[in-house]
Each structure stands twice: as structure tokens, then as C-alpha cells.
T-cell receptor, first 113, second 112 residues
Framework: EAGVAQSPRYKIIEKRQSVAFWCNPI?????LYWYQQILGQGPKLLIQ????????DSQLPKDRFSAERLKGVDSTLKIQPAKLEDSAVYLC???????????FGSGTRLTVV | DAKTTQPPSMDCAEGRAANLPCNHS???????VYWYRQIHSQGPQYIIH???NNETNEMASLIITEDRKSSTLILPHATLRDTAVYYC?????????????FGGGTRLMVKP
């Protein structure tokens, strides 16, 4: 089966600019997650979707971050405006009915300068 | 979900067994132990999980102590490609969120 697709692979922006990341989960996976991984740390959950509804967004900095999952398939994570501390790898993962099998994408490495 | 404690780094000689420990002394009865690994520049990859009994698959073996307060991931014949950060996570599968909460993990370096 095809894996979780993410784009772009790398992105460099200046602070205060906006940026968007795209994720296409594995077909049939109802649950989709966005994680932020700062260099040297483990991934931190930002938001979880079940189909096109939000299950948990308690760790999402809502003043600047937003995410949507239209039609319960693809998802977009946006940052506006970006800060230097947003430099990180943004990982998307999906799972089937929330079971053990998380599949992660390769991530988008964001550098804010 | 219960928290885990892992050593920050470990070395292993190529071809030898790599034994990665994890402490989870506050684990609840319905929480499973999961192991993921993250190779450089890739997303985390599922390895194995278990509840009480020891588990084995094509990638690794998982040994869980009888009191379930600690576990060990065993890579029986480590190769250079096993160099990665290994995360031990405890999670209740009946958790409504079913989310994985990652700690700092153990950075395993397999040396020739």
C-alpha cells in the first residue's frame, strides 16, 4: 500500500510569513494526526482528526496554527504568521480506526529565518 | 497515559544483540507498551507492541516484566541500518484519543 504522502519536503521562510503543509493519508485511514518535532526532541501531537472532525487540538497554538481535513481525506496545516521557534519537522500520520498501526510520513522540515 | 523513562543513548556492536530498556512504573492495567523507531530524516516507524506476554516479530522481540513496570526491546542481530532513535510508549488502546505521546527516546548507535 502507498504510504502517507507529505509535501513539501523542505521549506524556508522568513518570520512573519505564512506557510502551509499538505498531507495525504493512507486510503481508508479515518484517523489523521499532525505532530511537531523540534530538533533533538520526540514528536509532539498538535491535532488529531477522525474523518473530517477534530478529536483533539489542545496542543495546537490556535493564534497562529490552523488545520483542516476537508472530506475526511487530505489535510492541510497552516502557520500564519510564523515565528523562529516554529522551526521544526512537521509529521503527518494516519491510522485505521485508531488501532496500533500508526503510519508516519517523512515530514516537512520548516526553517524560519 | 503513563510516562516512560529510557536511557538517552546506547551503543551496540554490529551483529550483536541490542537490548533497549524502558521503565514504565506507573503503567495501568489496560495500557499497552509500544515501540517505535525513527531513522534520521524519516518519520517514526512502528516496531512492536505488547500487553503482558512477550512478543516477537520479524523486526524485534519485546520482553515485559511480570509486574509490567519495565520492558526491553531486543534487536537480535543489530545492523548499521538499525541506528536510530527508539521510542518506548505506553498507551491504552481504549483511549478515546488513541494518540501516541512520545518522550525523548534512546539514540542507538550501531558500530562496525
Amino acid at each position: 500500500e502507498a504510504g502517507v504522502a507529505q509535501s513539501p519536503r523542505y521549506k524556508i521562510i522568513e518570520k512573519r510569513q505564512s506557510v502551509a503543509f499538505w498531507c495525504n493519508p493512507i486510503s481508508g485511514h479515518a484517523t489523521l494526526y499532525w505532530y511537531q518535532q523540534i530538533l533533538g526532541q520526540g514528536p509532539k501531537l498538535l491535532i488529531q482528526f477522525q474523518n473530517n472532525g477534530v478529536v483533539d487540538d489542545s496542543q495546537l497554538p490556535k493564534d497562529r496554527f490552523s488545520a483542516e481535513r476537508l472530506k475526511g481525506v487530505d489535510s492541510t496545516l497552516k502557520i500564519q504568521p510564523a515565528k523562529l521557534e516554529d522551526s521544526a519537522v512537521y509529521l503527518c500520520a494516519s491510522s485505521f480506526e485508531g488501532t496500533y498501526g500508526y503510519t508516519f510520513g517523512s515530514g516537512t522540515r520548516l526553517t524560519v529565518v | 497515559d503513563a510516562k516512560t523513562t529510557q536511557p538517552p543513548s546506547m551503543d551496540c556492536a554490529e551483529g550483536r544483540a541490542a537490548n533497549l530498556p524502558c521503565n514504565h512504573s506507573t503503567i495501568s492495567g489496560n495500557e499497552y507498551v509500544y515501540w517505535y523507531r525513527q531513522i534520521h530524516s524519516q518519520g517514526p516507524q512502528y516496531i512492536i507492541h505488547g500487553l503482558k506476554n512477550n512478543e516477537t516479530n520479524e523486526m524485534a522481540s519485546l520482553i515485559i516484566t511480570e509486574d509490567r513496570k519495565s520492558s526491553t526491546l531486543i534487536l537480535p542481530h543489530a545492523t548499521l541500518r538499525d541506528t536510530a532513535v527508539y521510542y518506548c510508549i505506553v498507551r491504552a488502546t481504549n483511549n478515546a484519543g488513541n494518540m501516541l505521546t512520545f518522550g525523548g527516546g534512546t539514540r542507538l548507535m550501531v558500530k562496525p
